[in-house]
Structure formats: C-alpha cells, structure tokens
C-alpha cells in the first residue's frame, strides 16, 4: 500500500537519474519508412536555409488549453447508494476501476489514529469469496497501475485491467465491499500492524521524517481532525484490537458511503448491468458523515527548533488554510506556485539566483476538504548564516502579500498547470488519471465536473484577487519552523517487535496478504451494523453461498504503435511512434552518455553540466529559459540513466514549434556562465551532502564501488551527483569539454511520440537540429574491456546512528550483458524477489512482519548486469532478515524450484498487463528507448506474451541456479552500528565498519575559469 504522503511542488527544472501542429515549417519535405525499413535522409536545405531561425509562434491561449480539458462521463446510483460514473475511452483495451471511500484519518477518534490505514492494508489480505492475498488475482489478470491509498480524506483502492477482466476486476472489489470480514483474522491483523509499524519506520528514517509529526501539532489543536498524522502513532496501532477494526469497517465502509468510477474501453449500457450484477446486493451501511473541521488560526507566531540527521539547515513556514471547496483555494494555490512553485519563482529568483543564500526552495498548497495547508521551505546553503536566510525570506515574503504578482506571473502558473492537466488525461487510471479527477469532485463536491469548474477558475485568477487572498490568509500567525543538523530527539517505538512468532504467520503462505494500496469497504450485515460498536466481533457474520468467480474472457496479443523511423540531413536518426489521445508531443533527444561516461578521475561531471544546460544559454538566461517553458506549457527536462543521457521536451501540440527553439537553444548553445556554474556547483555539493544523510543515498554510494570496482564506468553512484572534491574543482573548460565530447550530433538519436503524423515531425527537428554539426573534438567512448574483480564477499556495514530502521542492499556482477536479453533470468527472479508476491518480500513482510517491501532484481543496464536485492528491515530484525534472504535464495536456487502456481502467475501476469503497460506515449517512448539501448527488434513487446507463454519451470529453474548465488553477494547494511553490528556476527561473513564520507561543510571556493 502506499500511504500519501503531502506533495511538494518543486521547480519545473530538474535532472532526473533512474537505476529508466499548428505551426509547422515549410521545409523540404522528408520521406520516411515504417517498420524496419531503412530510413530516408532528409532533404538537405541549404546551409542558409538550414541555419534560418524559425518562424516565432505565439503561445496558445489558456482559454483554448482548458477547453481541451473534458472528461464525458456518465453516472447512477443503484439502490443501496453506490455512486457509479463511467468515461468512455476507446484508445487502449483496458479499463480502470477506482472505487473511493468517503473516510480517512481526520475520522479517527482520539486513541485509534492510523486505524483507516491500517484498514486499507487488512482489505488487501483477502476477502470472504477471494481468499488470500489480493494481489493474487490482480496478477492473474494482468492489472497494471494497481495500489491504494489512504489520507486525511479518503481512501481509495484502483487498477487498470484488460477489458476482458472487467467482470473479475468488479466481483473483486464488490468482494471486499460487501464481504470482507468473514477473513479478517488475528493473525492478518497482528501481521498487517508490523508491516504497517515498518512503513511507518521507513519514512520516520529519512531526514526531515519527523517533521509532519510537529507541523500537524502545532497547526491544529488537539481533537482537530487534521491534527494527526495519517500513519498513526505507534501506541495507538500496538492496542488496535480485531473488535475495533471490523467495528470500523461496518460503521464506514458501505457501498452509500463511496464513489465507483469505471473508465475507459466500456460504455456506461455495457458497465451498469454488471455494477448491478456484483455490488448490487451489498446492504446499505451506516452513513458516514466525515468530520467537519475549521480552519484554526494560530493566538500568536509560533516558532520552533528541531534537530535531525540532516545535511543542511531547512526553514519552513506553515498556515492552515480553506480547503477545495472554498474559492480562496484557487488563488492561494496560485500565490503558492508564483512564490516557489515555479522553476523562475520569487524565491527561486531572490533566493537561489541572486542571493545564493539557498540551495533549494519551495511553496506549495496542499488542499484537503476541510482546509489546506500552506508551507513554504528553505534549504539554506550550507556555510550561510540561516538567520539571516530567514530574515529574508520573511521580507520576501512580506513584500510579496503586500503587492502581489503580475500578470504574467500568474499565466505562467496556470498556462503550467493546465499543460499539467492535460498530459495526465491520457491515463484513464493510475494515481492522477481521469477516474481520479471524476471521483475527487463526486467525493468531496458532489460533482464530477469539480476540476473543470476549478480549472476555469484558473483561467479566470487575476493578479488582485491572488493578494486579497494572501493578505486575507498568510497575513495571520505563522508557524516557522526550523531543523538544524544534530541528533535527534527521542524515537517513538513499538512496544514489541511484531512477527516473530511461527503462530502468526498467515496459514497459507502462497496466500498472501497486503499490498500496497489504500483502504476499501466491506461486508456489511444489516443486522450487525447498528450494533455497540462490533462488541460480538468474535462472531462471523452469517455465511452466505460462495459467490462464483466470474470467468475471464480472451485477452487478446498487444498491437504495439507502429515505428517509424527519418534521418536528419546531418545523420542524426529519429525513432517516431504516434499516438494520438492527447495533444501532446513527446521528444527524446538521446545521447550515448549516461553517467558511465563520467571520467573515473572527474566523478560528477555529466550532472553538473546537464544541470547547467536549463541555467543559460548564449541567448537566454536561466530565468528567461524557466518563464518561456512555463508560458509553453513545456517541460524540457535533462536526464540520465547509467548508459545513456538525454534531454526530453514535453510539448503541447499547440506550443510545438517554439518548444523545439528551446530545446535546440539548451541543447547546443550552453553558455556555462561562470557565475552560474559556481551557483549550480554548490546546489550539487549540498545534494551530495544530503545524499550522504539518507539511506538509500549511502547505500547507492557504497554497493556500485564494491561490485564494480572504482575504475569501472559502472562502480558508482547512480545519481551521477560525483565525488564532493572533484564537483569543486570543476572548471567552465571542462563542462564544455565534456559537452562536446558527449552531447552532439554524431552521437544522437532522437525518440518522438505524439499525436503528429512523422511527416509534419521532420520538418520541425530539420529546422532546430538538421544543421548542428560535430566539434572537432572526438567523440567520446566508454570503456567496459576490463571484467570486474573477483567478487569478496562480506558485509559493508555503514554506521547511521539514531535510525529507527536498517537498509539492506546487496549483490554481485553476473556473467550477462544487458543486450544479451536475459529474459528467462528475469522471469526467474520475478519469483523469487521482482514482485509483490515473490518470495522474499513475502517472507519479510507478509510472513515475519519486519519490512514494508523487500525484494531483488536483474537490474538491466547495457553492459555487465548485477543481481541485486534491497530491503529497508527494523533495526532489532537486521541480522535475521540478512540470514532469512539468504535462505530464501538458497532453497530458491537449491531444493524449492519454481511451482506451478508461481510459474502461471509469471505468465499471466506478463502476457495479459501488456495493453496496460503502454497506454500513455510516455510508455511508448519509454519502450522505443529501451528496445534501442538493449538492441531489441521493433516488435520485441508484441512478441513477448508467446515466449511467455513458453516457459517452463525447469527452464527457470536452470536459469536461476547458473545465474544466482548467494555465496557470491556483497552486502551493504546502512544502520546504527551499535543496535545492528552485533546481529551481523555469526553470519559467517566478514564485518567491515565504515563511516560515511563526510560531508561538504561549506559552499565551494570558486574553480579558476
């Protein structure tokens, strides 16, 4: 389950690192071939034609960017108050269901906080009809964008299946609707309390994860709703008790109490009858009346001090505000986004920009139903007095509520928003699809509509009425916040570690439990319903006849886009899909790079010059290039993988053509501003300073160097973020030496997909990109000649003192090439740790209770492939988790081969979620990349499903036991050394205890220009 957590909204410009028209030029036409037809050259213009600038084109107006934003729908109601609304989308065969229920934890009653989330996590261990664990089913189907999650509000449950399934997908969620509690057990609700104490752990572990802990008690008074957090306190989910939790269900969790929303390959004449069929005979329940909740103002200014493992000092300052329904919501959200949502925000501009007093800054307004929450952050640069940074960001602020923003500052904004809106309307489900956006009005406006309604308010926000609301709001006390590095205060733990014991683990170990989603309703029994409270919960309520699973129809093979492919008149290949749902254009401009191509020497110098790419050009400033994306709608985002590096445009169809003049002008024109490197290099230093306080970040930094070996274009650091002396030392020559080597045209391939036919494409890339020719520089080459050493195996223990929950991480190099397609390998591991149901997470977390979500992976890369494992664990069940996964592996690889039900689930799962898996033209693209990097054919998805359906055991079985070895796997522990250090010996492995690098403590001496 994934329990939401507030989003912050960050600047638009970043570099992302993963472990993944209206105004057309009239230019010579270009030919081009489909399929795996050789491509044609573009027509070379001449060189003056060539290098002409392209016709400017002004944006679109927002008003006709919101009239783009409609999702039809139709709705009922059937008798027992299930509210039911369908959008009809034919452009996949798949459907998404979201059933949505009108609790969360503002309804919590003092002593049962994080009882709605832990309710979610129970809804996923089986229902009466559907025994085991819920994920079960949804593998079987071939659901894809399936979770859950639970908030102050609500909780939802969803999953995008095949059109096919849509019977299955609706008889499994009327299941835990109208006939859950006949399987809720002690033994579920002892296991789910530990998963849910871990989940808890795990984001209490991360720097600044006490922080919403302090924020919600000093905003609201005790017995607000909103004063606690949705995850719960420990003690209260410790004395949780089987009565209170079915006494919770039946008193919220009826069919009149929630919101179904069927969207995608179904008409609502096809969705009715079946709606009926399954979710028509669950009994009304009680009604729910979801706590109202005023909007409390602070008596006076409250400032705190809090310390915490942290790199840097953070500010922060917080109100409470009116919630969706307000009309204040709109134009607060505005003031948020002006402030620091922007990537050419006031206090991006002011603090980042000018000052330099800050590495990072935001605002953002979270809403809810009954108020808001509005925070501004601040991470302060290291080595600059924070009092001062405070001091001004307060005058800033001040300023700004006195006077307002511009009118063009509040188009940009909402111009980025709605651009926002209508990419997301691609996706029929998922987190942010249209179900989500339907059923968000329906719950809490009672009306489907409510985004269009607040969308055209957008259009309609003036800069007057941004200030009158700031002034009428952020005018009032403030709760200022500040976290300074040091030790942390007291942890809250559990009384007991949970799952220890063989009595509690669930009685059927391939019936698992809990997945990772929300909350959903359940059986109701009339009688019961009105009862003191589920007091008789020891009675299970009346059986009634099994309802039969319904069949699943034919699910037919995937009909991947067609690809295309044209050749620029310099060489440069372009790879081109179309899909034509949204209007929208999505470009991939790639370069055989990544951050394997960082010198061993120079480790950090591919992120510092991708992020200096959007901070200047040789005729836009780094402000200039954030406010034409966002009077765009346009996201033009650097990027690097290990093996490939690229910067990508999302582009409305409308804002093309000026959208591609600055993707070329930040592709090929870097200006390297000496002051702007400095400022980008010190925003680098502090990332690795904050790196080198997460868990994950030490574990990232320590793993590659032991695998791999130092010297390897592959023993470091995913992040690419680098070693701290060589960031400082970097110099403007060599930025732009690497720029050359790297980023160029005879090392480019260019990916689109979007809702253009490729003949219109060409010409647009011809005019930006057809006349870049190659520096004289030579092309730059990684070398991977060299096998990795021997591996050692041992374990790497990284001391982290003061954390609540260790991190596992582990692995070793295999004898296999990404190219080499390893695709029974894969298959294998999907068993044994690559999905929820796989062994290992199962064991940690739904046998034993120690962990929110473990497992391992053959984590594709071009070259060498490591095997690899990952598992955040409580910190007393460190050692015991070390020894239970290396069990797991053991008698994997050894005596417990692959069963036939895990073998069937591996193919159903994969052959019948491809229609799901690329729905949106980011899918697509993301798959015309990957073929690309691993060498696969065109057709390589729609060939899949049959060399699925192909697999045997036995071949698996082989597979793992040539490939994985347990013996063989380094292990890296990031954890208090002094709780976890003594559970590691007796392993039978050597221990080795290493304090993280220190950090950077101050902003870097300028490097010689």
Known sequence: ???????????????????????????????????????????????EAASAEPAKAAPAPIASLVR????????????????VIVHEDRKAPVVAVSVWYNVGSKDEPAGKTGFAHLFEHLMFNGSENSPGDYFEPLAEIGATDYNGTTWFDRTNYFETVPRPALDRILFLESDRMGHLLGAVTQEKLTNQIGVVQNEKRQGDNEPFGLVEYAQLEALFPKGHPYNHSTIGSMADLDKASLADVKAWFRERYGPNNSVLVIAGDVSAAEARPLVEKYFGDIPRGPVNRPAEADVPT???????????????????????????????????DVAAGVLGGLASSRLDNELVRKDQSAVRVSASLQPFHRISMFEITVDVKPGVDADGVARRLDQILADYIANGPTEDEVQ???????????????????????????????????????????????????????????????TRPVYALRVDPGEREAYEEAAGSRGTAASQRPRYYWQPQPGEKPMAPLPFVADDAAGAGGGAAAAQPAKAPARPLPPLGTIENLDFPDVERARLSNGIPIVYARRQAVPVVRIAVEFDAGVAADPANALGTQVLTLRLLEEGTTSRNSIQIAEEQERLGADVSPSASLDRTAIQLTALTPNLGPSLDLLSDVIRNPAFDPGEVDRIRAQQLAQISQELTQPSGLASRTLPVALYGPGSPYGRSPSGNGDPAVVARLTRDDLIRFHQTWIRPDNATIFVVGDLPLAEIVPQLEARFGNWTAPAVPKGSKDFAAAPAAPKPRIILVDRPQSPQSLIAAGYVLPVRGTDDPFLLRAANEVLGGDFLSRINMDLRETKGWSYGSGSAVSLREHQVPFVINAPVQADKTGPAVKAIMDDIGAFTTRQGVTATELQRVINGNTRELAGQFETSDDVLGALRSNALYRRPDNYWETIAERYRGLTAAQLDQAARQMIDPKKLVWVVVGDATKVGPQLNGLGLPVEVVKPAAAPTSAATPAAQ
């Not at 400032?303 to 922060?316: G, K, P, S």
């Not at 059923?439 to 941004?466: I, S």
């Open 1 to 47: 389950m994934v329990r939401a957590h507030q989003t912050r909204r960050l600047p638009m410009r970043r570099i992302v690192l993963s472990l993944a028209l209206l105004t057309v030029m009239a230019l010579p036409a270009c030919t081009t071939a489909s399929g795996g037809g050789e491509p044609q050259t573009a027509s070379a213009a001449s060189p």
């Open 68 to 83: 783009q934003v409609e999702i039809p729908y139709e709705q009922f109601t059937l008798d027992n108050g299930l509210r």
């Open 298 to 332: 602070l008596p006076a200014p409250k400032t705190q001090l809090m310390h915490d493992r942290v790199a840097n000092t953070r500010l922060y300052r917080n109100w409470a505000v009116p919630g969706l329904l307000s009309p204040d919501m709109v134009t607060l």
């Open 412 to 474: 940009r904004f909402v111009t980025n928003d709605v651009a926002g809106r209508i990419r997301g309307l691609e996706s029929v489900g998922g987190f942010g699809g249209k179900a989500v956006a339907l059923a968000e009005g329906a719950l809490y406006a009672n009306d489907p509509e409510y985004y269009r309604k607040q969308l055209l308010a957008y259009a309609r926000t003036t800069p007057a009425e941004v200030k009158a609301a700031m002034q009428k709001w952020l």
